[in-house]
């Protein structure tokens, strides 16, 4: 065989390893209405919400709210959750400059199955959360239509025993990397979070399960990984090499 084909097979035999290797994947965060990051069975007491009345988390809550608008003591939807920046203008729109909201640090881990004063364990509320699936934006409040929870229970286990297991949650990212992918999890320690910096976490392992992510952060100063925000596949990932929506790759 003379050198030039031999260089194009070689070439060639170069070309399908590169296509062949895998990528890392970037999971996006999500709007608060895609991800669950709190039990939304659960009452929010915050005293730059509705004047520190106790105040049920929903979408109302992240609805833009005009300055102009008369206010209802009780409605936390209103100027009670309004700011404005020192020294400008009113604006001739009339709508405020910016409003608070609430953001979640994550759903607490172990992943616990009592309720106490919610009403629902945080396990029974994300069970509840993923049985409705991917596309139900429901992340901020659970709505009157539920899925299939038991179904959503046996499908899940998998994700669930991790979640509820201290033992696993008490190994740093490398670790716990290596064992998720040993119980044939898809991982990845990609996250883009748009709520905090990733330095305000030692560690951020992902791992997905049929439609969601699962993504655990470890804060500092704890010895386990102990904060969970699940993310729908359909808002999850882009692909870190093309920057395009993984599974959509220019031809």
Known sequence: MSRTP??????????GLASCRSTPVVVQMGSPIDRYDHNRSCEVTATAIN????????????????????????DPTCCSTTIAISGSRPAADGWCDAQLMPVFTGVRLPLSEEAGACG?????????????????????????????????GRDYQPALEVLAS????????????????????????????????????TGVVALHHLD??????????????????????????????????AGRRPR
């Open 6 to 15: 031999r260089l194009i097979s070689i070439a060639v035999l170069l070309l």
């Open 51 to 74: 004047r520190g009345n106790r105040t049920p988390i929903d979408e109302e809550l992240y609805v833009l709210c005009a300055e102009s608008v008369p206010c209802d003591h009780d």
């Open 120 to 152: 629902r364990s945080d396990r029974g509320d994300l069970v509840a959360y993923l049985a409705r699936g991917p596309f139900a934006r429901h992340g901020v409040a659970a709505g009157a239509i539920e899925g299939d929870r038991i179904q959503a």
């Open 166 to 201: 201290e033992e696993v949650l008490l190994h740093d990212t490398p670790e716990l990397d290596r064992l998720l992918k040993a119980r044939r999890f898809k991982t990845t320690t990609f996250v883009d979070d748009s709520r905090y910096p990733l330095a305000s976490f």
């Open 212 to 245: 969601f992510w699962f993504v655990l952060y470890r804060l500092p100063s704890q010895e386990r990984f102990s904060r969970l925000v699940v993310v729908p596949e359909s808002a999850d990932s882009q692909d870190l090499r093309t920057k395009t929506p």
